[in-house]
């Protein structure tokens, strides 16, 4: 008797679907487990992200630009031994910055 392989899912990728095919029963379902961990972890933390997205915030400085976040904080940056100062914030897995101004003004 000769069972068929189950149907992947259309939206996975060629290359994963080759390797669940390879691999043991044991591998399999450590994936499985593991996949199901890391799902449940992610889905954890984006809505961690939303709630502090939407925590109020307690008050937005006043020289805070309109698209720079309120939780954004300052950083200093030496360029050529001069300082200045940063706007930096977290976007997804990425840190943005914008330029605020010189630490020292006369510079």
Do not use: C
């Amino acid at each position: 008797m000769s069972y068929e392989l189950p149907t992947p899912p259309a939206n996975l990728p060629t290359e994963i679907v080759n390797t669940f095919n390879e691999a043991t029963p044991e591998h399999l379902r450590d994936v499985a487990s593991y996949a199901e961990a890391l799902a449940e972890h992610k889905e954890r933390e984006a809505r961690l992200e939303e709630e502090v997205d939407d925590a109020d915030v307690e008050e937005r400085p006043d020289d805070l630009p309109d698209d720079v976040p309120a939780k954004a904080t300052i950083t200093i940056k030496e360029i050529n031994d001069n300082q200045y100062y940063y706007w930096q914030w977290r976007e997804g897995d990425s840190v943005t910055s914008k330029y605020k101004g010189p630490v020292n003004p006369d510079e």
